[in-house]
């Protein structure tokens, strides 16, 4: 195959450009930013079309050779195979829906369905991928590596790819199915790491049983002890009940009355208090009655207090408000009189606009003026134009009719009449001449066959006589003929002569008024081209012109004493207004806002009437309360309060309990007092322990009992949970036994995983090895060519190419090991690079010669190696097509 052309519309920054190539090399040396690599770039797009980029946010191959001039994107390439010669066209729109593609026949210019719109995979057999990795080296991509398609393709295993890429498929499954036992994410873990998680959890469980065992035996020892001491407690327990029913019996009444006694003491002590409270002496009812109640109207008022200073401005408001009103006399009645003014002016205003013209007629009135600037015609020079427009179409009409006839009777009417004339008049004088004929030789032949007397003698004068007459008849038509013809010659000539009078006068006529009315026209600067429209145009502009300047005189006279009311009304209302503006920062004069500043004065107005009438009921307030705050606080100081003094309600609040506090503890000391007088106590004798020394006893021992029954219960629940413990342990230790069986069949499946991708992998090298050889013959081939053993610091039979086509280096030139090509300088692997591209382009591409697109691949190439780059670019030219491009002279093939 070769490429022959490239036109391209536009691709990157070059556009309406076309590109020629010849067999072999072809060299293009251009300065940077010039559009090497775009052309690179357009031939692969050509073939293969935009690549699909998912990554939204990364500059993608369609967008980065948009035209820059936002024209046509897109173009066409021109190559030969096959004996045939094709066309691709490509456009690119913003995704791949939006691209046409299409192939031509170059010979019959038809479209072509030899190929489809993967043209490139068709031609190369090779995807993009693989055309990038072979026959396409971008700038600074020399190295390669295989691909499936590749792989396929070089086995000559076109027809099984598929089964190629399943070779990828299987060992990315296999891989998925032994991450799914190995993985060791955190997030995500494998199989094994999950049960090793819970192997670890379950032995930490089982391995606890012998501790867990010997504390729950512990723990019921003690539980049993326990449950020991607390029958003996409650054993204990029912001898003193027994004891204290004895000793209660003999004491009840010494209880009683001792009883009596404590509470009349507390009593006591309660009223001494309370009389140190009241030392100035108890307060009357109605004196602390009148307190509470002025309490409660000092609430009352601060509560109002607190309103009325939620009702003040601001304190920029109220200065705001006092700069307004405090120096300046201002009524509601004012307000209202600026409003009446203010709504007349607004009046004025729109009757002053209703009686102006509008923008669109003061527009149009000054292109009437521009347009009648040569002065403004009358509705007689307008008429009498019209008539001759009129007149014009007239006469134009008879010249065509006249022009036809004219037509008529020089071309198609003679002939037609002098051959219409000449085929019946001589027709009949020709049949006439042929019967004259016809008795004169009928008579010749019966006269010279007749004998004397006979019937042919007679025959033979009777056509003679018939000829004659014929002959008389034949000349009498033809002389008749021929003055007819004449005289219908000569009228035809008359009539001629007649329209081309006619016609000269009517063109004479039609040019005197069409000179007429051009002449009136071209005063007007008319859009129209046909005389009757530009007229009729020049016509409706003069009437809407006589419209707009009558309306225009009339609202001049209209409006002249309305613009000096309104002038007066505004000085006097702008007056008023206007050192209410300046605090508004409002300019009456340049902002149309009279209307909205009363009523923001009118608004602030009733604020500063409400701000005075709040401060004075404010003021007048907090006086009051300070006045009766101070009255209440002498009479609070006299009692000696625990209350803070300040909390007068809280203040009266304790005083009012005390009050009855001491009323009621007086009562009940009375009663206590009668309640003792009734009971009389003798001393009873006993032997032993008092009552109360029992009581105390069995207080504590219930609370011993009691605290006895809770370890218990405690214990009861601890051990219960150490028994649920022990029974998760042991089911752990079972459990733990099924895990590591399970683990042993994980690890013995990604033993399995292990195994199958080994297999595959030797099975792939194997299928692999049929053509590495070929490759790495190839490699030989091109390094020895270059470096014929005389590099000391290379051998060329120490390269080697792997599976992946990368190139690796052993024996001398590797330091005695196998080491990969990075060991070598940068020219030395670009240039075994460039050889394992050509190797496998040899390998690749059997049967069709392919081109190779290099994109300055050596720049990293010192004089050296760019002479053997050249050596090795002959013997590739000579093969196949190579378009190369350059940017330095240096690195030029040639």
């Not at 008049?425 to 010749?444: D, E, K, N, P, Q």
């Not at 503890?665 to 009873?684: C, F, M, S």
């Not at 021992?701 to 809770?710: A, E, F, R, T, V």
């Not at 089911?731 to 733990?736: C, D, G, P, Q, V």
Request: hydrophobic share 35%; net charge negative.
């Amino acid at each position: 195959m070769k490429l022959i052309s490239a036109y391209i519309a536009g691709f990157g920054r070059i556009t309406d450009t076309r590109f020629s190539f010849t067999p072999g090399l072809n060299q293009i040396l251009d300065d940077n930013g010039k559009g090497k690599t775009t052309l690179a770039v357009f031939i692969k797009a050509m073939f293969y079309g935009m690549e699909y980029s998912p990554r939204k946010s990364a500059l993608t191959e369609r967008d980065h050779y948009r035209p820059w001039n936002g024209g046509s994107y897109g173009g066409n390439l021109i190559f030969s195979v096959d004996q045939k010669t094709y066309r691709i066209e490509r456009t690119f729109g913003g995704t791949a829906k939006e691209d046409t593609f299409a192939v031509f026949d170059q010979d019959s210019g038809s479209e072509s369905d030899d190929y489809t719109e993967k043209i490139g995979e068709e031609l190369f057999e090779v995807d993009r991928e693989s055309f990038e990795k072979s026959i396409f080296v971008p700038q600074g991509s020399l190295e390669t590596k295989i691909t499936s398609q590749l792989n396929a393709k070089m086995g000559g295993l076109g027809s099984v790819q598929d089964d190629m890429n399943r070779y990828d498929q299987a060992m990315e499954a296999i891989d998925n199915a032994r991450k799914v036992y190995t993985a060791s994410s955190k997030v995500n873990p494998g199989l094994i790491k999950q049960i090793n998680d819970r192997i670890h959890q379950e032995k930490e469980k089982a391995d606890r049983i012998p501790k867990l065992q010997e504390a729950y035996d512990t723990k019921a020892h003690m539980l049993f002890d326990k449950r020991s001491e607390l029958r003996r407690m409650e054993y204990k327990k029912s001898t003193l009940s027994d004891q204290l029913g004895v000793i209660a019996r003999s004491e009840k009444s010494v209880g009683v009355y001792q009883a009596k006694m404590d509470s009349l003491n507390k009593q006591e002590e309660v009223i001494r208090g309370l009389d140190d409270f009241f030392a100035n002496g108890l307060p009357e009812e109605d004196y602390i009655a009148g307190l509470e109640k002025r309490e409660r109207e000092l609430s009352l008022n601060r509560n109002r207090r607190d309103i009325l200073r939620e009702k003040l401005p601001e304190k920029e408001d109220e200065e705001f408000l006092t700069r307004l009103f405090a120096s300046r006399s201002l009524s509601e009645e004012d307000i209202d009189q600026w409003k009446k003014e203010s709504e007349m002016i607004r009046s004025l205003r729109i009757k002053g606009e209703h009686v102006q013209m509008s923008d669109e007629e003061k527009e149009q009135l000054a292109e009437l003026r521009d347009f009648f600037k040569n002065g403004t015609p009358d509705d007689e020079q307008i008429q009498d134009t019209l008539s001759d427009i009129s007149r014009c179409n007239e006469i134009s009409g008879q010249m065509k009719t006249l022009g036809e006839t004219h037509q008529k009777h020089r071309e198609a009417a003679i002939g037609e009449r002098e051959t219409r004339s000449i085929e019946e008049g001589f027709s009949g004088i020709i049949i006439i001449g042929i019967i004259t004929a016809v008795f004169f030789l009928a008579s010749s032949v019966f006269f010279r066959s007749a004998e004397p007397g006979k019937l042919s003698m007679v025959i033979s004068i009777g056509a003679f006589v018939g000829g004659v007459i014929c002959a008389v008849v034949f000349i009498m038509q033809l002389l008749h003929r021929i003055s007819n013809m004449r005289k219908s010659r000569t009228t035809i000539e008359d009539e001629l002569f007649e329209s081309e009078k006619d016609l000269s006068r009517l063109s004479t006529e039609y040019d005197r008024l069409r000179q007429t009315i051009y002449s009136f026209i071209e005063k007007y600067p008319v859009s129209a081209d046909d005389m009757q429209q530009a007229l009729l145009e020049i016509h409706r502009k003069k009437d809407r012109f006589d419209t707009l300047n009558a309306e225009e005189q009339k609202l001049s006279e209209n409006t002249s004493g309305m613009v000096d009311e309104l002038s007066a009304l505004q000085l006097k209302l702008y007056t008023s207004l206007d050192p209410y503006a300046k605090e508004f920062g409002i300019n009456l004069y340049q902002e149309d806002k009279d209307y909205e500043l009363i009523k923001a004065i009118s608004q602030k107005l009733k604020e500063y009437n409400e701000f005075e009438e709040t401060s004075q009921e404010y003021q007048r307030l907090v006086a009051s309360i300070n006045s009766e705050t101070k009255a209440l606080l002498v009479s609070l100081r006299s009692y000696p309060l625990k209350t803070d003094i300040t909390d007068i309600a809280g203040a009266l609040r304790e005083i009012r309990q005390n009050m009855l506090l001491y009323s009621s503890t007086q009562k009940q000391i009375e009663e206590i007092k009668d309640e003792l007088r009734q009971i009389h106590v003798d001393e009873i004798a006993h032997s032993g322990r008092t009552l109360q020394e029992l009581q105390d006893e069995q207080k504590r021992l219930d609370d011993d009992i009691s605290k006895q029954k809770q370890y218990i219960a405690e214990d009861l629940k601890e051990l219960d949970a150490r028994s649920a413990t022990l029974v998760e342990c042991e089911e752990a230790r079972e459990t733990l036994r099924e895990l590591n069986a399970k683990k042993a069949s994980y690890e013995k499946k990604v033993e399995l995983f292990e195994e199958t991708k080994k297999y595959l992998r030797i099975a792939r090298e194997n299928f692999l090895k049929v053509y590495m050889g070929p490759l790495r013959e190839r490699l030989n081939y091109y390094m020895k060519s270059l470096y014929p053993d005389s590099d000391e610091a290379i051998l060329t039979e120490d390269f080697e190419l792997d599976m992946n086509l990368s190139v690796s280096v052993s024996g001398k030139s590797g330091g005695g090991r196998t080491r990969s090509s990075d060991y070598l300088s940068k020219g030395y692997q670009d240039l075994a690079s460039f050889c394992s591209r050509a190797a496998l382009i040899d390998v690749l591409f059997r049967k069709e010669e392919p081109v190779i697109i290099l994109d300055d691949p050596f720049v990293n190439f010192d004089q050296d190696k760019l002479s053997d780059a050249r050596k090795l670019m002959k013997e590739l030219s000579d093969k196949y097509q190579i378009i190369y491009m350059t940017c330095h002279e240096s690195r030029s093939m040639r």
